[in-house]
């Protein structure tokens, strides 16, 4: 079983560098490694030099301008070649084991078509700022599920992106509603009806993730407005489930919010603020713009192969766009 492991980077040649030794070092073998890197300078390609000597690792280049993480993502996805899909960061680290365990559960179960793991954040002092983390609870209700797992732990059956699609590029880091390109994906996933698993015991360890204050407070503030434009983005594309779902569990946020308020915590009721914005903010965007369909990026993939388009080349926005207005 190949399993195709994908991340997305940009100007983190340190962090990314030691990503990337972590899973070259992992025990299982049959693997590959498509690191895609949006960075304007030469200093990644530079640090993965002698890391590209390993055959199991392919380095490419997105230069599509104004585009985001998910651009990446799916680019990464369209590039790759196994049955199963990782999605992972380029600020973590990988035990040994992370892709022996992913491999294990697919193999046990043939119907199983996604799995999230754990988000493991290093040991640090949450006075001083914060560090993002997912600690896999497997009783979390269904729909909570895309609010709260991490796209830096994400592993899928090939078959279940043909059928429900890359990530949409106007979500996510770099892109026009900022953070979280996860969101959209995972709900996708449940309202696909596909059998998934949360698996604690599959984690990634968030080495890079701490941001000091207030760049910790800067990024759970776009992970609000991020979530909330990812479900406007749903509504508008035709899901009133996953409108009305958002905006039901906000009245509720916001009362809460409102009581909390009261008590003299300032943070709470900006969030419904933030998140209520970015709502309407995805809404108002044109539904299927940024969108790359299972068909789409399975015909990405053809272009590339029949082309033999080189893999420094691959993301060229031309090629790119030639699948996407179709």
Known sequence: MLISVIIPTKQRPLPLHDAVQSILRNTYQSFELIIVDQSLDDASATMLASCCLDPRLRYLRNRRPGVGAASSRNLGIAASNGEIVTM????????????????????????????????????YDPATGYTPEFNAWTGMPRWRLPIHASGANFSMRRRLLDRIGGYDELCGPGSRLGAIDDTGLCWRVLRSGARYKICPHIEVIHTHGFRPHPAGQELLDRYQYGNGGAFGRLARQGDRFAGMWFLGREVKQIMRAILATIRGDRHALRHSQLRLRGFWNGFRLPPYEGFVSGRQLQQLRELALAAEIPLDSFSQPSRHQIVASQ
């Open 88 to 123: 992972t960061d380029d600020d973590i680290e990988a035990p040994p084991n992370w892709l022996e365990l992913i491999a294990a559960e697919f193999r046990a179960d043939p119907e199983l078509d996604f799995i999230t793991g754990r988000l493991t954040a290093p040991p």
